[in-house]
């Protein structure tokens, strides 16, 4: 079949062929015919040609990866020569055939069985060296066609958001170069099938993040948050490199196939070596994934544009950690203690973070922390062995936060770049279509009934009550974060949208709509915001988890323990617990902020201590500078005085000792010969006396 790849040439040689005979004739080939031959035979083209991929699957999985690297590629070499509507139809479209592509290998892989959904397509030997051999290649399984389908569909929409929202900036072809890499290194990272092949992509996510958000990098404090993203993710990045060159010590080999089906052979349940890979992987994910202690970067990501902040927090460099956690399922579920330190970090990060949105200004902020609050859901969640509830609270997640931070972008371009929420109020009257979406949103994001993020939030909380590895204690962490995500996401919501009008006269003059370029992903985001979750029905809802039963593959290897059977009326009244929260936190934030908007000033008036804590973030940033940084700096300077004076010294004075030697050396060996005579006698003489 696939030899018929050479009608994919024909088809347009054979337009142009029609074009050229017949088109030439105005009178007898209308200009409308022109382009329907022309389109047609393009529009055929491709159809065959993606036809042909579908019964190559190896072909597409490498061309989903590959496609926007060469959008990238053709951007940077040509995009400042064109117009922008070829730089942002190059950057687009080939996302979007990534996502075509990613789409067709999905339907390919729901025709085979579950047990045969892994497919492995290697393609050149990388790295031969001793005991190490390590080929270039993809894994398409259940696990990466989730991921696939996240990265590549939210990414195009965001995308096509772009158009609009970067319209005037001068660097619109570095812009759309810049997102296309991210898309590529991200589909490396989900596709590898091995640990160093994703730890390029690990690390090609990192470079984009620091070049996206330190895009308008003439304002220093842009430079300075890409700097800070990049050299945190770097401490991360060390445990993960430890956590590689321990698992080649252990199975000599760095294929996941190697290593995860042989991990219960090689490794002790709740051995030393189990425990010390894990929680070294797991030291990466924190970094990558902005979790307690490395969470820091990501509120000041906000610096880069808008498109970026939604491409980083939604369907890219976050939910990295979270991935690889769940790839990594048969190596977590070998170390019990690691498992408990994923859960608890996750729990602590989910209501620390959502404790800092109650006092922030900047509308990105707020959605930066809370983006730190919902991953550490998705770490809750793998760590009491969810892995499946884990990932699919990421797809909801990147629908409902996608929403959120292009809705935010939608605000500020009809503010003229104002970012404090201080200083909106009133807007649902003027940014109509921008207000549903982002009304539908916060509804999704407080995991309110019928929303996608109720579904995937609860699936959460009942298994972080029920697991084996969950306990009550997690569980009620995790509830009251629902709550307190109602109350700052509302807050949100209520001080853009509704009470008195705080802007100036001249910023309410200018505010408008944003262009349907901008809304019509608005608007499919929000349609995945609502039904996204249904997917995932729980089984006690009258569904059939089909997300569930979809990834089950993925932890055929994982070490299986006993999970307890509680009756469905449980986990009806810890959803109805965890729902009541969400609902009292709503109900707290209407009434802060609609009904007695004084509330809160008086508040933050009689505990101001309290405040300035909260909005300052806890100090953290300052006790980090004050310790870590200011400790680094420190030992680097006390290294540049021993490099100066120890190092330097010794290589310099060997130099200089050498110089003076022969500078002795040449007084003697003038080239006179007097004095060479001289030289005789006088050491005649000397043997005489």
């Given at each position: 079949?696939?030899?018929y ?12 062929f029609?074009n ?6 105005a009178d007898k080939?209308e200009?409308?015919l022109?382009h ?10 491709f159809?065959?040609?993606?036809f042909l ?10 061309l989903?990866?590959l496609?926007p690297a ?12 064109w117009n922008?509507?070829?730089v ?12 075509l592509?990613s ?8 025709g085979?069985?579950p ?28 696990l ?10 939210v ?5 096509v958001?772009?158009i ?17 890499l991210?898309?590529f ?7 590898a ?5 994703m730890f ?9 993040s ?11 404090y ?9 050299i945190?993710?770097?401490?991360g ?5 430890l ?7 252990t ?7 190697d ?5 219960q ?12 890979i894990?929680?070294l992987?797991?030291?990466g994910?924190?970094?990558?994934s ?14 880069g544009p808008t ?8 369907a ?5 950690g ?13 170390a ?24 922030q ?5 707020i959605?930066?922390?809370?983006t730190i ?11 009491v062995?969810?892995?499946a509830?884990?990932i699919?609270h990421?797809v ?5 936060k996608?929403?959120l931070?292009l809705?935010?972008g939608s ?5 003229g ?15 109509r ?10 509804l ?20 972080a009550y029920?697991?084996p590895?969950g ?15 109602a109350?700052y996401m509302?807050?949100?919501l ?6 008195e ?6 910023t309410?003059?200018?505010i408008?709509e944003?262009p ?5 992903p608005?608007?499919v ?16 809802l ?9 990834l ?13 059977e ?10 109805a617990?965890?729902?009541g ?6 109900l ?10 004084s ?8 505990y ?9 973030k ?7 500078n ?12 006390s290294?540049?005085k021993?490099?100066e004076v120890v190092?330097?010294g ?9 110089y ?14 007097y004095h ?11 043997l005489?006396?």
């Open positions: 079949m696939f030899d790849i050479i009608l994919v040439p024909l088809f347009p040689l054979f337009g142009a029609l050229g005979i017949f088109g030439v004739f080939w200009k409308r022109v329907v031959v022309s389109s047609a035979a393009i529009g055929v083209a159809t065959i040609f993606l991929l579908y019964q190559r699957v190896s072909f597409s999985i490498a989903v990866a496609i060469l959008g990238a590629f053709i951007n940077v070499l040509f995009g400042y020569r922008k509507t070829l942002h139809s190059v950057g687009v479209g080939s996302v979007g055939i990534a996502f592509l789409a067709l290998a999905f339907y390919q892989l729901l085979l069985p047990h045969e959904r892994f497919i492995e397509v290697p393609f050149y030997k990388w790295m031969v060296s001793g005991g190490l051999s390590l080929d270039i290649g993809f894994l398409l399984d259940p990466s066609m989730v991921m696939m389908l996240a990265v590549t569909g990414s195009f929409l965001i995308h958001y772009s609009g929202y970067m319209h005037d900036d001068p660097s619109y072809a570095r812009f759309f170069s810049y997102l296309n991210f898309v290194f991200m589909l490396i990272l989900v596709m099938n091995s640990f160093p092949v390029v992509g690990w690390e090609g996510v990192g470079l984009c620091y070049l996206l958000i330190g895009f308008w990098f003439e304002d220093d842009n430079a300075y948050a890409g700097n800070k993203a990049f945190v993710n770097r401490i990045d060390y445990g993960f490199l956590g590689m060159f321990l698992i080649f010590a199975f000599h080999s760095l294929n996941y196939s290593v995860f089906e042989n991990a052979h090689v490794l002790t349940y709740n051995g030393f070596i189990a425990t010390a894990t929680l992987l797991f030291m994910a924190t970094g990558k902005a979790q307690i202690p490395l969470y820091v970067w990501l509120p000041d990501a906000m610096a498109p970026v902040s939604a491409l980083i927090h939604a890219t460099m976050v939910t990295a979270v991935y690889m956690v769940a790839r990594c399922n048969a190596l977590f579920t070998m019990p203690v690691s498992m408990a330190v994923v859960a608890a970090v996750g729990a602590a990060t989910a209501i620390f973070a959502a404790s800092m949105g109650f006092a200004r900047d509308i990105k902020r959605l930066a922390y809370s609050s919902q991953l550490g859901y998705m770490f809750l969640a793998v760590g062995g969810a892995f509830a884990g699919f990421l909801t997640h990147a629908f409902f996608a929403l931070f809705s935010a605000v500020i371009h009809a503010m770049g104002e970012q404090d929420v201080m200083k909106m109020g009133g807007l649902r009257k003027y940014i279509a921008t207000f549903v979406t982002a009304f539908i949103a916060t999704a994001i407080s995991g309110m009934p019928g929303f996608s993020g109720f579904f995937s939030k609860d699936e959460i909380l009942w298994y029920s697991s590895y306990s009550p204690i997690l569980w009620f962490i995790g509830a009251v974060t629902a709550g307190m995500t109350f509302f807050r949100w209520f001080l853009i949208f509704y009470g009008e705080r802007m100036d006269e001249e309410k003059h200018h408008h944003s349907y370029v901008m809304l019509i608005l608007f985001l929000a349609f995945l915001s609502v039904v996204g979750g249904y997917i995932g029905i729980p089984e006690a009258g569904g059939k988890n089909h997300l569930h039963h979809f089950e593959p993925i932890t055929e290897h994982a070490y299986k323990v006993e999970w307890h509680y009756p469905h009326f449980l986990e009806y009244a810890l959803m617990i965890s729902t929260l969400a609902f009292l936190g709503f707290a934030a209407y009434w802060c902020y609609i009904k007695d908007p509330l809160p000033v008086r508040f933050a008036e009689k101001h201590r309290l405040y300035e804590v909260v909005y300052n806890y100090f953290v940033d300052e006790i980090y004050g310790s870590f940084v200011r400790g680094v700096l420190g030992s680097a300077f290294s540049k021993f490099d190092v330097d010794a290589v310099n004075g060997t130099g200089k000792s050498i003076l030697f022969g500078s002795i050396l040449s007084r003697i060996q003038t080239g006179y010969i060479y005579i001289w030289g005789i006698v006088i050491g005649l003489l000397i005489l006396v």
